[in-house]
């Protein structure tokens, strides 16, 4: 159902842009989900990274507060993260996800590897 892409090899101190497309999902079940990104970083388990509500309402993580922002077009069903100053400890598989209700939805996953 969801599509990851944007993933890559960064330096620290450089920015990604994840984007995540629903394609498979009609428009009046897209809105109805809160699309989120989420990690899990070498060796430790799966972490949020970030929400967005339809009525476009955020959360992120203390981690990324100030670095990272969630956006999503529902016209598009699509949601994107643009991750600016990465870290290290930024590095990790990244997952959207379709959240909120039942059933919930996760993309295949993509790499992001920061390099110090």
């Known amino acids: 159902q969801l599509q990851a892409s944007g993933g890559g090899l960064v330096q620290a101190g450089g920015s990604l842009r994840l984007s995540c497309t629903a394609s498979r999902m009609i428009f009046s079940t897209f809105i109805t989900y809160e699309m989120g990104w989420y990690r899990q970083p070498p060796g430790k388990p799966r972490e949020l990274v970030a929400t967005i509500t339809s009525g476009r309402v955020t959360h992120y993580a203390d981690s990324v507060t100030g670095r990272f922002t969630i956006s999503r077009d529902n016209s598009k069903k699509s949601v994107k993260l643009q991750m600016n100053g990465l870290k290290p400890e930024d590095t990790g598989v990244y997952y959207c996800?379709?959240?909120?209700?039942?059933?919930?939805?996760w993309g295949q996953g993509t790499q992001v590897t920061v390099s110090s």
């Open positions: 996800a379709a959240v909120g209700r039942s059933p919930s939805y």
